[in-house]
């Protein structure tokens, strides 16, 4: 079982290159992070990368983490980031105009400094970040209205980078998603393999499913055993045993079932689940970008 994560894909270190280049015409960065890990899907150089620019966070996929600790988390990230930060869902459309309203309330000095100079309004160039699978792509088609951004459940779907027009106001950049060269954090690491937001032969299925049971027995212990109708000890063998999944020889089928509980959990099939604990990135309030 490799208990190691790292992955480097050519391609998302390419995007980022692209994403410094195209930084000059960017206006107001729209950040988007998955709820479900909201430190280990924050992307550590972000401030770096995005440098004064204005930014609205985007708290994604709330709908299948802890309400509770939404709450917790958006707090948290408005006072990292010093901006709105909003719990959205890429299955729920009646925040698309509330979205609008926060990017165009953050470009409100774009605005006065255009009608200071005597200049015509312009629409506000917006660029869309994020690291693989974080639903960066399901926002745009979400805010436009259509499907032109390509989506997929793998990470790294995105290729290519396009104007999408959201509102006659605003212009929307579409980026691929974006991860640290070097996964130098293996707890973030491997919770970033726990939501499929890194590539599936980067890891063991194994073991992420076993630390992913670890996080949920600690954190949510009755969930989960109801889920799975256990009393004994929450394993992946007792997983499989209690459905008689068996491979020949008797012994308890762990290839199929790490599969079926890391399908369970991002589907949000278990429950809904927030991995990240503050506590646990205690390093949180003293780390500097």
């Known amino acids: 079982m490799n208990n190691h994560i790292h992955w480097y894909p050519g391609h998302i270190a390419k995007a980022e290159r692209q994403l410094k280049e195209k930084l000059g015409q960017i206006d107001v960065v729209l950040e988007v992070i998955d709820a479900r890990i909201p430190y280990s899907s924050k992307y550590q150089n972000s401030n770096k990368l995005t440098g004064n620019k204005l930014k609205v966070v985007l708290l994604n996929k709330s709908d299948v983490s802890d309400p509770n600790k939404n709450k917790i988390w958006k707090e948290k990230l408005e006072k990292e980031y010093n901006c709105p930060c909003i719990l959205t869902t890429t299955k729920n459309q009646k925040d698309t105009k509330f979205i609008v309203e926060k ?138 045993l209690s459905r008689n999944w068996i491979v020949k020889g008797g012994a308890p089928d762990i290839i199929r079932t790490s599969q079926f509980i890391l399908t369970n959990f991002r589907d949000g099939k278990i429950g809904n689940f927030t991995l990240d604990e503050p506590e646990d990135f205690w390093f949180w309030y003293f780390w500097k970008e």
């Open 103 to 240: 990017i165009l309330k953050c470009a409100n000095p774009i605005f006065e400094k255009l009608k200071q100079k005597g200049l015509l309004e312009r629409p506000i160039r917006t660029m869309v970040i994020g690291m693989p699978n974080v639903g960066k792509s399901s926002v745009i088609n979400k805010l436009t209205g259509t499907s032109k951004t390509k989506t997929g459940a793998k990470a790294g779907v995105t290729r290519s980078q396009q104007w999408v027009r959201v509102h006659n106001k605003i212009e929307l950049l579409d980026t691929p998603g974006i991860i640290p060269t070097v996964q130098e954090n293996q707890t973030s690491a491997v919770r970033l393999a726990m939501v499929n937001s890194i590539s599936e032969n980067a890891y063991d299925n194994e073991y992420v499913a076993c630390e992913l049971l670890k996080i949920l027995d600690k954190y949510y212990p009755d969930e989960i055993r109801k889920y799975y109708k256990l009393d004994n000890d929450l394993t992946i063998e007792n997983i499989a």
